[in-house]
């Protein structure tokens, strides 16, 4: 085992993967940006080291930066978390030269499926279903060109990497030039890659992907589907496991077309197969995602096992903790994302400090975030603050128990998705499945309940400041404490 | 105690008035009575009547910050002395013939397409706003001439700032 | 289903089925005494009202006033919780009487069982094995005549209650008057019957007890066991699911038993029978707590049921959800009970204002508190602030995620048990399973290690006064800001 | 800058000087690199020498609250002047011939068995303190008159608060 791992990332996964490893004795070491420098998840780390200044590119994404820290601290293995470099191949193999562990895909694997054109290539050679595209860097004439071919809408993505960055949806013509140089800006942006490939768009997918793990003797499994239908602009918004439209005969087909596919470029370690699902229970695969997913909770939480634990086995050479007929799935698990965003202003970024923080708790509720009470929310990384997940023997009692505690959940002093979130849990159609990946975008009516708070919002506040003044300077003789509960609550009992 | 309290354009004329242990207030003209309880934190439990209300709150800068079910509330309270100087204060100068775009949300400016002085179509970007890793272009609101441009590559806008001029 | 239901109990237990309440839709009425009217849980529920002053006997022992409060907020069934009311059989009655549903036993089965002298003879009756002694009060005589019989040392217990209270071990005859008298003062203060009884006391015994669920319907199932051997004074301080000395047969065979006890008495809603089980694999029906046990999320953890959820839906009248063999058992849970007790000072209580909380998290963590910043721990309940609650696949993964938990844990303000509790799971004879009900009194060897720690406090108390001062009166020029990661993390990189 | 720190028995001589952004602390003669962090609330992290410490903090009625690795520690920190004044007044009057009992935990009086002006013997209960549910019989230290009892039953009493006096 490791004595000692480095965690090239930040928040809450950053929180997530010390936790992995204090369990099995691991030392940790963590990294932080300037603007990180009094996050939460760096009082949980042994040690912690500044790498630069705010700009992911400046620090999160500095190669040299951390592996020089790893050297220093003696890290033995680097765990990438996801997003920054987690999907790198040049840090995978920067790693190996400093025979550094990278916790994940060698840099090979990684270049054979990561890449999402390499990765199409090759499902096709091996006879898998993917969705018509050209795959390859795609200049205007050529999307024009596909356009017409196929018909509107088309999707342009950005072949390095994954969370919606790099994505334009392309409804008509006219609108080719500028999503195509956006996307490929935004991927350059945020990969170093700005290759940009075109396919054509399928009406009311569903988006579900198979969480496959592979270990050094050659093994893979897959541990079930997670159901990421319900999306806001390609990013995701809600994570389920199992699917409503998956049962265990398309579950096992899904299941073994995801380790044919890694297993024919020698996976090793956590990886997705991202497949589309539609109307009528044919998948397309999509890609791998070669790392840890934003929502692997939801699977540990229906198999019981601990990811991040066995990515660390599998990279220190262990084999995998079970067989295929060996895993057990149980009940149904949902996550949602939390994010600092206002959903009552076309969900623009919200920033500023966390006044007072409470997370919701009791049974099968588990709450993963680096917030805490004076955090700063800043503009310079994901928006993301929080994931809530829930289990429950069944799908209706998980989702009760999300809005339970979605309702529990409090974060003061920054606005967030939750009131959205609420509202969605108790979506007719939501509640009965009928999901796919527009379902948010087109068909979800989002109520803006704002308007209805002003007047409390100003009752409170106004009763707050007379408070505050009476406590100053007294105004009103012998002024009793105010104990509401007594009157509100008819303790006259 | 009489305040003025303005929720995002909303305006508020309050009354206040403490009745043992309760207060008394009138909104607009609507008689409200509240039950507050004392916790010590960010957190509070309040009915206003017989609505029952978990609200979480802070106070920076003069302004409190209100939290009802999710959603923040900024609430400007003045007193009737600070009301009416706020509104003297309040009426500036005529809308100019100038555009001023200001930044939709907060984020990091990674490109200037275009410098001062140069003439802008409608819809023609002039600038890269970077916010949460995705990147926005923002463009000029409509034909004109770039009076100024208030910001550089690299620099941190909060939202609202300024970020340059169409004449 | 009701549409309102009363808890007549107060902190974490309260706030626990409050959740359950709002998962099904129902609205919740929480009652508190003067010393609760700030706590936590009262936020979570839809009405509050305050029954009387601090001490229990005037506020959640109240029969009349809580039953007043029920009928004046319409609510249509009360939930007792653990302690205070909960395994009172008049109370049951009186519910019964004004028409509004207590959510467990009725007052006759309380009356068969809930007694440990009528669940003595219930057992014996059915031919089931019990701990050889005396059914029924007791005089000193009495208890020295038995101790000539049967030898040193005995156990004094209250009739009428659990949780350590009106309990004595009798090691000497010198000792059996003021044990007795002691024994019995206690029993009447805390369950208002100061019945006591004596028995042998069996040497290393494990306590290991089996939660059993009834439904109107005579429908009986147990959930498996949980091993409640880690106590200190006969109070619970750990327990866990399954027991090491308990196999798949045993398990049966208890589970049987303890359903033919239950069974006898048409036992309705959530029961626990408990045991003593020997070195030999023995065991001996001790008594049935006719209520939900404060360690009941461990069985929670196991079964994948929500026991409060399941004590509502009995108490409505629906038949259990499932059958003995649909009860599917998984992992390994353990529970640790969080004190404000100080383990430095022989587990004096503690009391106080918490300056701060943080809750350990992450996946398959649970925590069970009404603890939050500014929380006044009195001396008026129980020292029970938290319960830590970690699940595994298997017992030592879930060993070492509940000291990754523990070490997570700050209670910042207040003293608490965890400093013994993170000696206890390092434990060399608790990992390896070697635990009978004495062996923290007298085989666990807690070391004070609080005297390691006074330079460390001295220095820090010194630094923080020094920069209050500097911020109030700088007296160095040009302090720079003190920004130590940048030197303790050597970020010169 | 000078300071007297005392932490339940055990008492600290501290020489603190700022150097650059950590401190250096001279404790009871023994030289401390002390680095500390600035998160702004009760839970912080420091570096004292190499070994990193999270750790809790409170300071009321001017004592510090000190929460390490699940330990409390009340941590008294006076200057030089501060110091020798409380010397001064700590000088009480010497040991008297009477046994004061105090409440070794924080409790409720259920019970006062015994009044003032009663014989009593070593043992003897004279009250009952009734903590978490727990009752607890506080009996006499040794043989003697009661001098005196200072609780009622009914009354909450602190940790370390008199409770009777045996002369």
């Known amino acids: 085992m490791f004595k000692k791992v480095l965690i090239a990332n930040r928040g809450e996964i950053a929180l997530r993967v010390i936790r992995a490893c204090r369990e099995l004795g691991i030392r940790t070491v963590a990294v932080y940006s300037e603007a990180d420098r009094w996050s939460n998840y760096l009082s949980y780390a042994d040690e912690a080291y500044c790498i630069g200044p705010a700009p992911a590119r400046e620090s999160y994404l500095k190669i040299d930066t951390i592996l020089d820290v790893a050297r220093r601290s003696g890290a033995q293995a680097i765990h990438p978390g996801y997003g920054f470099l987690s999907e790198n191949a040049d840090f995978s193999h920067a790693c190996k030269q400093a025979k550094i562990k990278f916790i994940g895909p060698s840099a090979a694997t990684m270049r054979a499926v990561g890449n999402k054109i390499a990765a199409r290539q090759t499902a096709q050679k091996l006879g898998l279903p993917v969705v018509p595209g050209i795959s390859g860097q795609v200049d ?76 050094r003797q050659g093994n893979v499994i897959h541990l079930g589907e997670r159901e990421c239908s319900v999306q806001r602009r390609h990013q995701k918004l809600v994570e389920e496991s199992p699917s409503v439209a998956v049962d265990d005969r398309l579950r096992e087909k899904m299941g073994e077309t995801a380790k044919k596919i890694v297993k024919s470029v020698g996976y090793e370690n956590a990886g997705t197969c991202e497949f589309l699902l539609d109307e009528k229970g044919s998948f397309y695969f999509l890609e791998v995602n070669s790392r840890l997913q934003v929502e692997h909770p939801v699977t540990e939480m229906i198999t019981g096992l601990d990811l991040v634990q066995m990515q660390i086995a599998v990279a220190v050479g262990d084999r995998l903790p079970l067989k295929q007929d060996e895993v057990r799935q149980r009940g149904h698990a949902i996550e949602t994302r939390i994010c600092a965003e206002d959903p009552f202003s076309g969900f623009a970024p919200a920033t500023g400090e966390v006044a007072a ?112 003044r009476e406590q100053m300077t007294p105004k009103y003789a012998s002024p009793r404490p105010i104990s509401p509960w007594k009157m509100a609550f008819r303790d006259d009992l | 105690m009489k305040f003025f309290a303005h929720s995002n354009g909303h305006d508020f004329e309050l009354d206040i008035q403490p009745e043992r242990d309760k207060l008394l207030i009138t909104c607009n003209g609507k008689q409200i009575v509240l039950a507050l309880d004392e916790a010590k934190w960010s957190i509070r439990t309040a009915f206003i009547g017989d609505r029952r209300l978990d609200f979480g709150w802070d106070r920076s800068d003069g302004v409190y910050n209100l939290h009802i079910e999710g959603i923040e509330y900024e609430v400007v309270v003045r007193d009737p002395k600070t009301e009416s100087l706020a509104k003297v204060v309040g009426e500036g100068p005529a809308a100019s013939q100038t555009a001023e775009v200001k930044a939709p949300i907060p984020g990091l400016i990674t490109k200037v397409l275009l410098k001062a002085g140069d003439v802008v179509k409608k819809d023609q970007p002039v600038l890269c706003l970077d916010a949460m890793k995705l990147e926005n272009e923002i463009s000029a609101p409509r034909d004109g001439t770039l009076k100024s441009i208030e910001v550089q590559p690299g620099q941190a806008v909060e939202k609202g700032q300024s970020l340059f001029v169409v004449g």
Chains 1, 3 share one sequence.
Request: charged share 30%.
């Open chain 1, 140 to 215: 205007e004439k050529q999307v024009i060109d596909f356009g017409k071919q196929h018909g509107y809408p088309l999707l342009l993505k950005a072949a390095g990497g994954g969370g919606g960055k790099g994505l334009r949806v392309v409804r008509e013509e006219k609108d080719a030039a500028k999503a195509l140089r956006e996307a490929s800006s935004e991927a350059g942006h945020a990969f170093g890659n700005s290759t940009v490939f075109v396919e054509k768009y399928i009406s009311k997918p569903r988006h579900v992907e198979i969480q496959v793990f592979g270990d």
């Open chain 1, 357 to 468: 923080v409470r997370f919701p708790a009791g049974p099968f509720v588990r709450v993963d975030s680096d917030l805490r009470i004076r955090s700063q929310v800043t503009v310079f990384y994901d928006s993301l603050v929080a994931k809530l997940i829930v289990w429950a023997e069944d799908r209706p009692t998980a989702v009760d128990r999300m809005l339970r505690s979605l309702r529990e959940f409090k974060v003061v002093g920054v606005q967030t998705t939750i009131p959205f979130q609420i509202q969605l849990f108790q979506n007719r159609k939501f509640r009965a499945g009928k999901i796919h990946t527009h379902f948010v975008d087109q068909e979800f009516d989002f109520k803006d309940v704002k308007e209805e708070h002003h007047e409390e919002a100003a009752i409170l506040a106004g009763a707050l400041e007379f408070l505050r």
